[in-house]
């Protein structure tokens, strides 16, 4: 996966960067709707951050701007694959779309807080 990107769409803030928040268009995740979280630890291979693999037309029409085809409202972010286990996260493609969904989650158990 040598610099492969995810794309993800999200808000952004007045310095250009996402806006970070639990909800689905803000950089993060909504507890217990995208992830597992048990006694305030998330655990891998249980969810996490919604991302699309290459091509942007991988993602829903309404999570993509006009530029890419869709209807959504919010920019395109590229997310480098090889950044993530500086975070201990990981990417893991979705056992029913592996070519067109995925997951940003935590390479090892961790707490919530850390995670999001």
């Not at 951050?49 to 999570?63: A, E, W």
Request: aromatic share 6%.
């Amino acid at each position: 996966m040598d610099n492969y990107l995810l794309y993800r769409s999200m808000k952004i803030n007045a310095n250009g960067l996402p806006v970070v928040g639990a909800t689905a268009r803000t950089l993060g995740i909504r507890e217990g709707i995208d992830i597992l979280v048990m006694e305030g630890q998330v655990k891998q291979n249980t969810g996490g951050m919604s991302v699309s693999p290459p091509p942007p037309s991988n993602l829903p029409t309404h999570r993509r701007s006009a530029k890419f085809g869709g209807t959504g409202k919010d920019p395109l972010w590229e997310i480098n694959v090889n950044c993530l286990s500086v975070f201990q996260l990981q990417y893991r493609p979705d056992p029913h779309q592996p070519n067109k969904h995925g997951f940003i989650e935590p390479i090892t158990e961790m707490p919530l807080e850390e995670y999001q």
